[in-house]
């Protein structure tokens, strides 16, 4: 099946915010808030690529990965008291996306 338009934005704004958040895995903030905690900020912005991989290829995994990538970061960034600017901007968008993927979810591939 053809992916959607739409699928396609929300991919590329996905994979867009995974090259900006990924240099903040390095960022001194991040290294003072613990030891552990780069890598897990690195897992998290490892799920979401991975989710919009997924979407990319429409198959519905790719939704579930990203509703639960979305979930985690949310508790990770509140967690952490990491609530600037994109987070903000991300907590307005991605219920959004989260909507429009669940529209879709019926019509995507469920094979690998």
Request: glycine share 4%.
């Given at each position: 099946m053809?992916?959607?338009r739409i699928i396609t934005t929300?991919?590329?704004i996905g994979f867009i915010s995974v090259l900006l958040t990924f240099p903040q895995v390095f960022s001194p903030s991040i290294k003072k808030?613990?030891?552990i905690v780069?890598?897990?900020f690195g897992v998290l912005v490892a799920m979401?690529?991975?989710s919009c991989v997924g979407l990319w290829f429409f198959k519905q995994w790719g939704v579930q990965l990203y509703l639960i990538s979305?979930?985690?970061r949310l508790l990770f960034r509140i967690g952490f008291d990491l609530t600037g600017p994109f987070f903000f901007i991300s907590l307005l968008t991605e219920p959004v996306f989260i909507f429009i993927l669940l529209k879709y979810y019926?019509?995507?591939n469920v094979n690998l």
């Open positions: 053809k992916r959607p929300i991919c590329v808030l613990g030891l780069p890598a897990i979401h690529f991975i979305f979930f985690a019926k019509r995507m």
